[in-house]
Nanobody, 123 residues
Framework: QVQLVESGGGLVQAGGSLRLSCAASGRTFSSYAMGWFRQAPGKERESVVATSRSGTTYYADSVKGRFTISRDNAKNTVYLTMNSLKPEDTALYYC?????????????????WGQGTQVTVSS
């Protein structure tokens, strides 16, 4: 079992930055791929970024060049640094732990989920 707790969300103006954190507890954090997903009102949950156990990464086209995922296995924490935020980035952001070596895995393949942290970008 893995417990995930996100933090760092908030309200920011367009063009601003935020860093989300996801602290994990329970089973070996480094054994999992870690992903960040988001869900805006009325829309389906979408994959934003992910990093596999080996460090390979996936970025959605909409966030390439603006978002960066990183993980600190010693601290059992994964981060999402978001720069140049846009109003369309507004969503509830979730972190999840999933298949170790597949950074492209869809949401249903992720085993553990946090409760989410809200990111709101004003125009």
């Amino acid at each position: 079992q893995v417990q995930l707790v996100e933090s760092g969300g908030g309200l920011v103006q367009a063009g601003g930055s935020l860093r989300l954190s996801c602290a994990a507890s329970g089973r070996t954090f480094s054994s999992y791929a870690m992903g960040w997903f988001r869900q805006a009102p009325g829309k389906e949950r979408e994959s934003v970024v992910a990093t596999s156990r080996s460090g390979t990464t996936y970025y959605a086209d909409s966030v390439k060049g603006r978002f960066t995922i990183s993980r600190d296995n010693a601290k059992n924490t994964v981060y999402l640094t978001m720069n140049s935020l846009k109003p369309e980035d507004t969503a509830l952001y979730y972190c999840a732990a999933g298949p170790a070596y597949n950074e492209y895995a869809p949401a249903y393949q992720y085993d553990y989920w946090g409760q989410g942290t809200q990111v709101t970008v004003s125009s």
